[in-house]
């Protein structure tokens, strides 16, 4: 099975650069997804990493080391709408594609 | 992006009684669907893989008698709690994604509150 961990807060203030990091125990995926849930929402689409190294999107940006068993989001000049949680998730080979979450990352940003 | 469309967003319901949610994929076909259940502060949880005109896969531990799935075309699938109870009060949501798409990004419905009293 897979096994995705995530510290479960992280507070910020406004314009500061926060990293939420995830590690890992899969046995093979395709790659890491980082996903955004406003609370009642649905989780949104931010990054996905294939391959090791930095992918960046606008203010976000995520991290893949497989020999680490390890990736993480950094989101950059933070802002009051960026409070959320923050999951990341993997499809792997053997499971018919389905996504499994990480326990995830309850991010507040205050002034 | 990919739309994913699901009904109703919030439904309560008497205990003992079922409740069907639907999930549809309104600008692509999608012969496979995915059904997650979330708890109040906590990860999505996958419940079932939705297969078009086969039987769904279940995930361990989710029963397949209470919890039926049926996927009857290439954009609707649907859950229904069958024999409701308050501990079946949850989030429910579904995901898909266009084929050919399958290793990036996934495309989620607006979710269920169902609450079961």
């Known amino acids: 099975g897979q096994s995705l961990e995530q510290p479960s807060e992280v507070t910020a203030v406004e314009g500061a650069i926060v990293q939420i990091n995830c590690t890992y125990q899969?046995?093979?995926?395709?790659?890491l997804s980082w996903y955004q849930q406003h609370d009642g929402g649905a989780p949104t689409f931010l990054s996905y990493?294939?391959?090791?190294g930095l992918e960046e999107t606008g203010r976000f940006s995520s991290f893949l080391s497989r020999s680490d068993s390890y990736g993480y989001l950094l989101l950059q000049e933070l802002q009051m709408k960026d409070s959320a949680s923050y999951f990341c998730a993997v499809r792997d080979y053997g499971g018919g594609n389905k996504l499994t979450f990480g326990t995830g990352t309850q991010l507040k940003v205050e002034l | 992006g990919a739309v994913v469309s699901q009904h109703p967003s919030r439904v309560i319901c008497k205990s003992g009684t079922s409740v069907k949610i639907e999930c549809r994929s309104l600008?692509?076909?999608?012969?496979?669907m995915f059904w997650y259940r979330q708890f109040p502060k906590q990860s999505l949880m996958l419940m079932a893989t939705s297969n078009e005109g086969s039987k769904a896969t279940y995930e361990q531990g989710v029963e397949k008698d209470k919890f039926l799935i049926n996927h009857a075309s290439l954009t609707l699938s649907t859950l229904t709690v069958t024999s409701a109870h308050p501990e079946d009060s949850s989030f429910y949501i579904c995901s898909a994604s266009p084929q050919g798409n399958l290793n990036t990004e996934a495309f989620f419905g607006q979710g269920t509150r169902l609450t079961v009293v």
């Open positions: 990493n294939a391959l090791d």
């Open positions: 600008d692509f076909q999608a012969t496979t």
């Open positions: 899969t046995s093979g995926f395709y790659g």
